[in-house]
């Protein structure tokens, strides 16, 4: 309302308009991958980063962060916005390069206020560790075509991961 002095006052305009909003969630939020071997690649799990509001949410940016950053890796189909009450996924994979405990973050930054929506990752590589006992067996001297009496040799796994024997020779 615009009061004046000309005839008619007060001069009134009317007014609308939409309010918009953008709503960012993320499932689950967390990722455990268990126990992985050294060096090898998990299967990929899947997070999703869902815009429940109505408006296009504009991402600036997911990366990987932490301690164990390096160990897991990420591909995902959000490009730079996600429609508004659409969503997008992440996949996750987890490749330990050490033994242990490893963990890292998924931080998703966009433009909702509850930004940056964070996922906690977590697993543990594993190495198989093996001795073999005794290192040597001594059969001494046999006549050609003899048999030798069996001797036995133990193989034994100390480490965190199954080991896998694909051929004795």
Known sequence: MITDSATG???TVALSGTGTTTVAGVSPTSLA???QPVSTASAAQT???TNSGNAALNLTGIAISGTNATDFSQ???CGSAVAANASCTISVTFKPAATGARAATVILNDDATNSPQTVALSGTGTASVVSVSPSS???GN???GATSTAQTVTLTNTGSANLSIPALS
Do not use: D
């Open 142 to 144: 046999l006549s050609v």
């Open 137 to 139: 067996l001594a059969f």
């Open 47 to 49: 997070l999703t980063l």
């Open 9 to 11: 006052s007060p001069q």
């Open 33 to 35: 991958f268990g126990n």
């Open 75 to 77: 591909t995902n189909n």
